[in-house]
Each structure stands twice: as structure tokens, then as C-alpha cells.
């Protein structure tokens, strides 16, 4: 049984650019959240999607956006990207029912911003 | 303004010892605690949780202890293995269905042979 994928590892872009990251929860798991983990910080929670809609946010701006797939999978988006956005960016999937508090994290996607 | 602290960014034990990680909180409304370790190009690991209406908890060689009071709860781990070096969270959440976690800044264990 595969755990929380994520795609792509690692990912270097520009000033300015647009990212996208790819998550597939773990087989069962019907909520995908999206952490960013800057260097040295503990992980920050951007936004929690469930059934295809953002169901709770964190405090980022709208340049971060998301989406989530009738398959659960889910993507992070980030526009206009800033040097501060770099960082390591974690999926992590609850399976679903009352209770389902402990989330599986995926290895992260690393992104360097120029 | 963190939430979460943990106020020692490393700690160093000797194996066969005790480990003992502190994590502290502010938000009143938080009644769902969590202990994450993460190694390094892995993602963190689920580890052991404690709901508010316990003031312990016990798997193995973990035990989490929680002290409302005080807004503080700490992670013990006896005898400490080489293995258990890594970085631990601690992260908190208002209900225990599904919401987002808040993470402290983690404490990078290293566990000496």
C-alpha cells in the first residue's frame, strides 16, 4: 500500500514564476492538506481540502491555490513566486470518519526559488 | 506570534537514557496534541497524540504527559536508541476531526551510543 506521494522532489524556478506541486494521498484517505516547511521553522499549514472544496485555510496570501481531483489527489499552486516561498512543501492525507486526526505525511517537494 | 513553542532547538542524550522533549502552548481553545519525528528527506511520522482529557499517554517506549494548567506538554522516551535521532514536532489542533495542526519548531534529538 503506497503512502503519500508527492511529485516532483525537487523544483527550481525563477522570481516571478508559476509552480505547480502534485500530491496522491494515501489509499483510503479522502483529505489532502498542504504544509510549507521554511529551513530551521516547523511545518505551517496552508489550506485542507475535502471532497474537491477548500475546507479551512491558513494564513497565506492567494497567490497559494489548490485543487483537489474526484480521486482525492490534489495539486498546490503558486503564482508570482517570491524568494520567501521557497521552501519544503508538505502533503499530508487523513482517512475519513470522526476521530481521523493523525495525518500521513508524503517526503516533500523541495523548491528553490531563484 | 507561535502558538507552539519548543524552546530547545536540540537536545542531546546519552543511549539507554531518558529523553525528555518540551513543548509549550498559548491558545486556550487547542484539546488535541501531537508528537511528530521527522528524518531527514523524509516526511514527519505520526507518533503518539493526546486528546485534552487525559493528562497522559503511553505507547511503548513514548509517553506523552499533558498539563492543561499549565499550557505545557512534554515527550518522554525511555531507554532512548541511536535510532530516535531525528527532528521532533509538536503540533496542537482545536478538535480532533480533521482539523489543521499547529507545529512547534521542533527539537533535533541525537541520541549518543
Known amino acids: 500500500d503506497a503512502g503519500v506521494t508527492q511529485s516532483p522532489t525537487h523544483l527550481i524556478k525563477t522570481r516571478g514564476q508559476q509552480v505547480t506541486l502534485r500530491c496522491s494521498p494515501k489509499?483510503?484517505?479522502?483529505?489532502v492538506s498542504w504544509y510549507q516547511q521554511a529551513l530551521g521553522q516547523g511545518p505551517q499549514f496552508i489550506f485542507q481540502?475535502?471532497?474537491?472544496?477548500?475546507?479551512q485555510r491558513g494564513n497565506f496570501p492567494d497567490r497559494f491555490s489548490g485543487h483537489q481531483y474526484p480521486n482525492y489527489s490534489s495539486e498546490l499552486n503558486v503564482n508570482a513566486l517570491l524568494l520567501g516561498d521557497s521552501a519544503l512543501y508538505l502533503c499530508?492525507?487523513?482517512?475519513?470518519?470522526?476521530?481521523?486526526?493523525?495525518?500521513?505525511f508524503g517526503p516533500g517537494t523541495r523548491l528553490t526559488v531563484l | 506570534d507561535q502558538q507552539v513553542k519548543q524552546n530547545s532547538p536540540s537536545l542531546s542524550v546519552q543511549e539507554g537514557r531518558i529523553s525528555i522533549l518540551n513543548c509549550d502552548y498559548t491558545?486556550?481553545?487547542?484539546?488535541?496534541f501531537l508528537w511528530y519525528k521527522k528524518y531527514p528527506a523524509e516526511g514527519p511520522t505520526f507518533l503518539i497524540s493526546?486528546?485534552?482529557?487525559?493528562d497522559k499517554n503511553e505507547d511503548g517506549r513514548f509517553t506523552v504527559f499533558l498539563n492543561k494548567s499549565a499550557k505545557h506538554l512534554s515527550l518522554h522516551i525511555v531507554p532512548s536508541q541511536p535510532g530516535d535521532s531525528a527532528v521532533y514536532f509538536c503540533?496542537?489542533?482545536?478538535?480532533?476531526?480533521?482539523?489543521?495542526?499547529?507545529f512547534g519548531p521542533g527539537t533535533r534529538l541525537s541520541v549518543l551510543p
Open positions: 489509499s483510503g484517505h479522502d483529505t
Open positions: 503540533a496542537a489542533s482545536e478538535g480532533n476531526y480533521g482539523q489543521n495542526f499547529v
Open positions: 481540502y475535502y471532497e474537491e472544496e477548500e475546507r
Open positions: 499530508a492525507s487523513t482517512y475519513p470518519g470522526p476521530g481521523s486526526n493523525e495525518q500521513f
Open positions: 491558545n486556550s481553545m487547542f484539546d488535541y
Open positions: 493526546i486528546s485534552s482529557i487525559k
